[in-house]
């Protein structure tokens, strides 16, 4: 076998094995990042700790999840819209978000301003009135 040869095989090995540590990293990687996003979906925290600010937002009938996000991130009232658009769907308030005015506080979780937004927190309003 000649040197030109063994040195081309060293090559071949040296790029492969170069290409197998790159995909790997990158999968390492890519569940990392997964695993942090899928942790912030339950656990996102507010915005601001203490009073935080208030916000009023308006919500339109014609809004969806991703256009209701939008709209608490260009508030301020939250990070990600995205994130928001996934606890949105996987939260019991998915199909129960109403039209409306709403003053939310930077300070809120986004469930909690979900819950705000929902026909349920409604409910409750109305029967405390009564009382």
Request: charged share 25%; proline share 1%; hydrophobic share 40%.
């Amino acid at each position: 076998m000649s040197v030109s040869k063994i040195v081309m095989r060293l090559v071949s090995i040296s790029f492969h094995v170069l290409v197998f540590l790159v995909i790997v990293y990158g999968l390492y990687q890519l569940g990392l990042r997964s695993y942090d996003y899928g942790y912030r979906i339950f656990t996102e925290s507010a915005v601001t700790s203490g009073d935080g600010r208030d916000r009023l937002v308006q919500i339109k009938s014609s809004m969806d999840a991703s256009d209701i996000g939008e709209l608490l991130e260009e508030k301020g009232l939250i990070r990600d819209k995205w994130l928001f658009v996934i606890q949105l769907k996987l939260s019991e308030y998915s199909k129960s978000i109403e039209p409306g005015r709403y003053t939310l506080n930077t300070s809120m979780t986004a469930k909690e301003m979900m819950q705000i937004m929902s026909k349920e927190d409604d409910t409750a309003e109305s029967e405390q009135e009564k009382e």
